[in-house]
Nanobody, 115 residues
Framework: QVQLVESGGGLVQAGGSLRLSCTSNGRLWSIDTMGWYRQVPGKQRELVASASNGGSTNYADSVKDRFTISRDNAKNMVYLQLNSLKPEDTAVYYC?????????WGKGTLVTVSS
């Protein structure tokens, strides 16, 4: 069973940065599009960024120009660089296939941005 493991979250002040990492016991490198999602309690999980093996990336308007998704297929990793963080970015962040999460969801990593 494929498992996704996210890490790198934490508490950061507004304007700060974090780098999230995603790895798996499965072959992430073979998946055409991987994405990062986030969820706030009481709200639906939303896709914030995706990256294809062909090099194309897409971002939600709310994170465009602040977040950067990247993949390192040699290491079987997917990353999300979060810059200029805002309190409204506070959420649990998950990785999964994009644009719809088709794999079992991992536990996610909590990002908390203080004002």
């Amino acid at each position: 069973q494929v498992q996704l493991v996210e890490s790198g979250g934490g508490l950061v002040q507004a304007g700060g940065s974090l780098r999230l990492s995603c790895t798996s016991n499965g072959r992430l490198w073979s998946i055409d599009t991987m994405g990062w999602y986030r969820q706030v309690p009481g709200k639906q999980r939303e896709l914030v960024a995706s990256a294809s093996n062909g090099g194309s990336t897409n971002y939600a308007d709310s994170v465009k120009d602040r977040f950067t998704i990247s993949r390192d297929n040699a290491k079987n990793m997917v990353y999300l660089q979060l810059n200029s963080l805002k309190p409204e970015d506070t959420a649990v962040y998950y990785c999964n296939t994009g644009p719809v999460g088709m794999l079992n969801w991992g536990k996610g990593t909590l990002v908390t941005v203080s004002s």
